[in-house]
T-cell receptor, first 117, second 115 residues
Framework: GAVVSQHPSRVICKSGTSVKIECRSLDFQATTMFWYRQFPKQSLMLMATSNEGSKATYEQGVEKDKFLINHASLTLSTLTVTSAHPEDSSFYIC?????????????FGPGTRLTVT | GQQVMQIPQYQHVQEGEDFTTYCNSSTTLSNIQWYKQRPGGHPVFLIQLVKSGEVKKQKRLTFQFGEAKKNSSLHITATQTTDVGTYFCAVPSNAGGTSYGKLTFGQGTILTVHP
């Protein structure tokens, strides 16, 4: 099956610093990747849609200048949390989309747990 | 955007008991997907339902899509401790029509199984 990796799996950073999270599709090409955020015992909230070769599309309420997304190749998307604050601490999950006929499937990365101190 | 209500939020069962989680939408869905997330893990795709009234089975799991394509259920027969986790439904973010990949997730049902 399709495999998506994320790096790092865990990161602790100080308030005010920036953190970059990588999402890679290992055995398939993904023109579209998605970034989600999940707080404890809550559902996944879509943050943005990352399209290869174009600007990301952000969901309402998500600051594009704070959460920088770069989809430089068909297998890599990065999310940079700039000037991180404790309220940014969360579980960040990416997914890569594949298409089978008329249906779309999303394969999720293992997630990155960010703690901002 | 598209919204979907999922109930119950929590379900505690004894091993061997059955379990069901439900998702409901106010609008007609083109499809609905189900995911399982183990504690500390990431969502794993289980299945996609597309047709009205569709029923699909995966071993002890039975997935149903309502006739009106506005609701769906996931039923687990004779739960095992390995079934522990959160079960999410997910629907296309653009109402009705063709899915372009964006998903809205239900609130999830956290299942605990007591041995």
């Amino acid at each position: 099956g399709a495999v998506v990796s994320q790096h790092p799996s865990r990161v602790i950073c100080k308030s005010g610093t920036s953190v970059k999270i990588e999402c890679r599709s290992l055995d398939f090409q993904a023109t579209t990747m998605f970034w989600y955020r999940q707080f404890p015992k809550q559902s996944l909230m879509l943050m943005a849609t990352s399209n290869e070769g174009s600007k990301a599309t952000y969901e309402q309420g998500v600051e594009k200048d704070k959460f920088l997304i770069n989809h430089a190749s068909l297998t890599l998307s990065t999310l940079t949390v700039t000037s991180a604050h404790p309220e940014d601490s969360s579980f960040y999950i990416c997914s890569a989309m594949t298409r089978t006929g008329s249906s779309y499937e999303q394969y999720f990365g293992p997630g990155t747990r960010l703690t901002v101190t | 955007g598209q919204q979907v209500m999922q109930i119950p939020q929590y379900q505690h069962v004894q091993e061997g008991e059955d379990f069901t989680t439900y998702c409901n939408s106010s609008t007609t869905l083109s499809n609905i997907q189900w995911y399982k997330q183990r504690p500390g893990g990431h969502p794993v795709f289980l299945i996609q339902l597309v047709k009205s009234g569709e029923v699909k089975k995966q071993k002890r799991l039975t997935f149903q899509f309502g006739e009106a394509k506005k609701n769906s259920s996931l039923h687990i027969t004779a739960t095992q401790t390995t079934d522990v986790g959160t079960y999410f439904c997910a629907v296309p973010s653009n109402a009705g029509g063709t899915s372009y990949g964006k998903l809205t997730f239900g609130q999830g049902t956290i299942l605990t199984v007591h041995p």
